[in-house]
């Protein structure tokens, strides 16, 4: 077959279930790159990635350039011309052969008509870009990449920063690694890495991170098998420093899948840990990096809401409750969130949210902290349902985090993502008082 149709191809299968909104790209993915050598598998995923990062922007280009919308058996097609104006914009092919290659992919659809269409349009993006991208410009959602109803609250949330936080959502993502304290120091890892020529640095915040100049397969590092450190986001990384860990302490991690932050704490004391998830599916990766670092914890499957079926009785000193939420602070390791997540999903995990948070706070010990984190920016899922808890919960009490990171709001502290930093990431530390 033409050489790079076949990645093309592939991309469309990763990408149609997510424009059906069936499917993420998490899942899609692997089993459109199935077969592929590494080269085509990783233009397969760069296709889909990108197509999926700009798809608010591309899908106003097709609807300039169709003369009517393509039906939805044809979603192949629309597919090919997001993943040609993603590649002609981009600029990283030449223009005849991102034609070309989408042209004769439409020719593999058995829909004789598809590649005449596609080369009609592919074409006249060409020759019309600079002007389509001023028409862009004058449509915020297009200009922006975000879906309205996204942008609409994050204009609201955020009416000074929201074109910068659009736009670091829009960038690729830095690769991120958490030195494993157990095994090695932040200090000797990156010596180890400059010996073989990788480029990495210190994180800022974070003191066991190393950010990498060049996203690599995290098994191509030195001492992956052995534990040395996990790839994890640096905003992710800032957990251990907030819940003031001692050994032998009891420590929930109610939302733990797939466990990053159930091994960091593991690594940072020596804790008698319950960690949960709710989704099946998801605990074996915990199994597998609890095994890889040679940490141990209780895993267990269960809904932490539902707590008459796990809880043994005995109270925690600590509870991480990293909750399942929009994920609009990792947009750009996410991009398919764009197409999937609907307005009407903020409210539900806004009340899954304080609902987590009721059930589990009568399981921790007066004095006890409970740290409530997600990995979204926006108030409805943050500040607002510790706002309704800490009004409806006399014994919780707000801890102020004192931090360089973020900023301060008045119910925890906000990260905004950061071009070549860290994620969007929320922060909020609550007190069991004492004396009640
Ligand atoms: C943000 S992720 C957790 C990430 C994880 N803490 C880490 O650092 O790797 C949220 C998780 O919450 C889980 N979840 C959602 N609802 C839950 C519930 N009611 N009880 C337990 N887990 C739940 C999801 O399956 C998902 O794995």
Known sequence: MNDGVQPRLRAVKALLPVLQQKASLSSSLPRAQQGLNNEDAALTQALAFGVCRFQP???FWADQLLQQSLKSKDLDVLALLLIGMYQLQEGRVADYAAINTCVEAAKKLNKPWAGKLLNACLRRFQREQEAL????????????????????????????????????SNLQPPMTLRI??????????????????????????????????????????PGFAEGHFSVQDEAAQLTPLLLDLQAGQRVLDACCAPGGKTAHLLETADLNLLALDVDESRLGRVHENLQRLQLKAEVKCADAAAVEHWWDGQAFDRILLDAPCSATGVIR???DIKLLRRDSDIKELADIQLKLLQKLWPLLKPGGLVLYATCSILPEENQHPLASFLHQTADAVHQDIEAEW?????FGRQLLPQPQGHDGFFYCLLQKRLDL
């Not at 973020?406 to 008045?410: D, F, K, S, V």
């Open 406 to 410: 973020g900023q301060a709001l008045r």
């Open 57 to 59: 922007r591309l899908q």
């Open 333 to 335: 390791r996410h991009p």
């Open 180 to 221: 494993n304290q157990r095994k090695t120091t932040r200090e000797a890892y990156l010596q180890q890495l400059q010996q073989l020529d990788i480029v990495a640095t210190a994180t800022t915040f974070s003191p066991w991170g190393i950010t990498l100049e060049q996203p690599t397969h995290p098994a191509l590092l």
């Open 133 to 168: 991208i001023q028409l862009a410009e004058g449509k915020e959602t297009a200009a922006s990449a975000f879906p309205a109803w996204l942008l609409k609250r994050i204009k609201k949330a955020y009416s000074k920063d929201w074109r910068d936080i659009c736009a670091a």
